[in-house]
């Protein structure tokens, strides 16, 4: 059993960055990938970006691409997501998540775990 715990939401100004963290405890982190996804009001579930198990390979949805950048460090156990140049259209719950493997990464109900959210709000 792997606990997720999601830390680094805020309100930030449009334009700014913040950096998201996903800790987890339990089970053995490097074997998963993880996936951080969003979810706005009224809107599904948004998949986000994915960083593979040893975080060589990464995923990302064309509307963050060049602005949000995901890493993990798997000694800490903590995979960790950077956004920049954030938009109001940002705005959401983030979720991070754990998979076994690295397919159907854009598919939420593929991820074995998740966290609790973080809100990150970005204002105009």
């Known amino acids: 059993q792997v606990q997720l715990v999601e830390s680094g939401g805020g309100l930030v100004q449009a334009g700014g960055s913040l950096r998201l963290s996903c800790a987890a405890s339990?089970?053995?982190?490097?074997?998963?990938?993880m996936g951080w996804f969003r979810q706005a009001p009224g809107k599904e579930r948004e998949f986000v970006a994915a960083i593979n198990w040893s975080g060589l390979t990464t995923y990302y949805i064309d509307s963050v691409k060049g602005r949000f950048t995901i890493s993990r460090d798997n000694a800490k156990k903590t995979v960790y997501l950077q956004m920049n140049s954030l938009k109001p259209e940002d705005t959401a719950v983030y979720y991070c998540?754990?998979?076994?493997?690295?397919?159907?990464?854009?598919?939420?109900?593929?991820?074995?775990?998740w966290g609790q959210g973080t809100q990150v709000t970005v204002s105009s």
């Open positions: 998540a754990a998979k076994k493997n690295y397919i159907a990464l854009q598919e939420p109900r593929g991820y074995d775990y």
């Open positions: 339990g089970g053995t982190f490097s074997i998963y990938a």
